[in-house]
């Protein structure tokens, strides 16, 4: 079943975790950043079985209510670090060897002064366009405008990263339809949900 990892008690080799030990399976890694309340990660999970799928969130309360999910759901590919994801991740993921991000809804931070602390600036999305596999990508949504056209400018501008949609442009839908709850609230009051979506180009 899934369950929480302990960081420290991660398998490794230097820093780099084998993954497979972790899963009981040799299967390409997926990753979702800010699992929150949302049962997206399940949806996904449940959907395409063939992968790991790793979950990032550092709040205690909603790892647990997630976990109970899963747990429920009978889905083996899933674990979960209650770790910041951009503090670890370029230590513990070998370069390419990541097939998809997900990132849904991150934290806008709207006041200026705090624009530093959003998770999609350029150094987060130069690890993430390192840890990618061939073929990998990555999808992300949100219903921050400012945020949006942030997240858009930063990532057309990183080395090895492909708008699918083309350059400049929002996605017209996600590659994943699983709608987040935060999603569906903010559809319901009338909000634009901006859709991104990249895939690995040749250059990472």
């Not at 080395?159 to 319901?188: C, D, I, M």
Request: aromatic fraction near 10%.
């Amino acid at each position: 079943m899934g369950f929480e990892l302990s960081f420290n008690e991660l398998p490794t080799d230097g820093d780099l975790v084998r993954w497979h030990e972790v899963f009981g399976a040799d299967r390409p890694l997926r990753i979702e950043i800010g699992v929150g309340n949302s049962d997206f990660l399940l949806r996904v999970a449940r959907s395409a079985p063939g992968f790991n799928y790793l979950g990032f969130e550092y709040s205690r309360k909603r790892v647990f209510k997630f976990l109970k999910k899963v747990d429920l759901a009978g889905i083996g590919c899933i674990r979960i670090l209650r770790v910041n994801a951009t503090e670890v991740l370029d230590r513990i993921c070998a370069p390419g060897s990541v097939d998809h991000v997900y990132i849904n809804h991150p934290d806008p931070w709207p006041k200026r002064r705090h624009a530093r602390k959003r998770l999609v600036i350029p150094e987060n999305a130069a690890v993430l366009a390192k840890l990618l596999a061939p073929g990998g990508g990555m999808s992300l949504r949100t219903d921050a405008p400012d945020y949006a056209r942030q997240m858009l400018e930063v990532l057309d501008a990183t080395p090895g990263l492909v708008n699918t949609a083309g350059h400049g442009s929002f996605a017209a839908a996600p590659l994943e339809l699983h709608a987040t709850p935060y999603e569906r609230k903010f559809r319901q009051a009338g909000k634009e949900i901006f859709y991104l979506e990249y895939a690995k180009g040749p250059s990472a």
